[in-house]
């Protein structure tokens, strides 16, 4: 198995389309953190006004841990958009390069090589992620420093800075696996048929209708609402809050976790039945 992840991978990173999101990633928050830069008075005065009349504050309200979650913020709701462009492709890609004959000849039963893609695609959202907290955390804190963060949610939260990291890697860690979700959603469409463009739109516009029918104010959909995955990808936020509630947390990695089990079992059924000579 160690083996099939590993050359998954590295069919993975032998496409151009796997650096996308990477570029992408890296120019939008490098554009942001230099527009901060060089505006980073009138964002102060603008975040503060508010608090600034009623408040005597103090403290280094611009830095690190400010950017790196008005990133996240900002970013979250686009980056499904980049992990589908690998995942729509990963089974689709192999019938419309016509090598599932090849691949299935050697002895590799169907059930491992969509376990391995399953895995590989995985540690790519992993991998991903993490470019995205090096980039947007990490590079945010060298270049801006540390400091005190305010979240303005149902009250005002002031954290200090020594209270924010370990909520930043949590928060990180929650989006990794909302993102695995809409991974395995991708793989699911790709399985299906045999050109990635497909699971790239599906993927994208199941999300989109979820959404929207979420926002929709109808007792029934709303009493469904909990049971649709993208209701949880933004429980990541849960982490400022204050206190945090666990519990709620817990229940969305579990309907995360449930989305994603269950996504590997209808693609692993389809791909064992799926007709390869046809």
């Known amino acids: 198995m160690t083996t099939l992840i590993y050359v998954e991978l590295e069919k993975i990173f032998r496409k151009w389309r796997t650096y996308i999101g990477f570029i992408a990633m890296f120019g939008m928050t490098l554009l942001v953190q230099i527009a901060l830069y060089f505006t980073q008075e009138s964002f102060i005065q603008g975040t503060t006004r508010q608090l600034s009349d009623q408040f005597v504050l103090q403290g280094n309200f611009f830095n690190g841990y400010v950017i790196g979650y008005l990133i996240l913020n900002a970013m979250f709701i686009h980056i499904p958009f980049l992990i589908v462009l690998v995942g729509g492709d990963l089974l689709a890609g192999e019938a419309t390069a016509g090598t599932y004959r090849m691949l299935l000849t050697r002895p590799i039963s169907r059930f491992s090589l969509v376990t391995s893609k399953f895995l590989a695609g995985f540690i790519y959202t992993f991998l991903f992620m993490l470019f995205l907290i090096i980039i947007s955390l990490g590079a945010s804190v060298l270049i801006f420093g540390p400091g005190e963060l305010i979240v303005l949610k ?6 200090a800075a020594d209270d924010i990291l370990w909520r930043m890697l949590l928060a990180y860690s929650y989006a990794a696996l909302s993102m695995m979700t809409v991974m395995a959603l991708s793989i699911f469409f790709s399985s ?85 000579l046809s």
């Open 154 to 159: 149902s009250k005002i939260i002031i954290y």
């Open 192 to 276: 299906m048929v045999s050109n990635a463009i497909g699971p790239i739109v599906s993927t994208m516009a199941v999300i989109i209708v979820f959404l929207i029918l979420s926002a929709i104010p109808i007792e029934f959909l709303q009493e469904m609402r909990p049971y649709f995955f993208t209701s949880h990808l933004g429980q990541w936020n849960g982490f400022f809050d204050d206190p945090i509630d666990y519990k709620d947390i817990m229940n969305s990695v579990m309907i995360l976790v449930g989305h994603i089990i269950v996504l590997y079992v209808f693609t692993t059924y389809l791909f064992i039945k799926k007709d390869i």
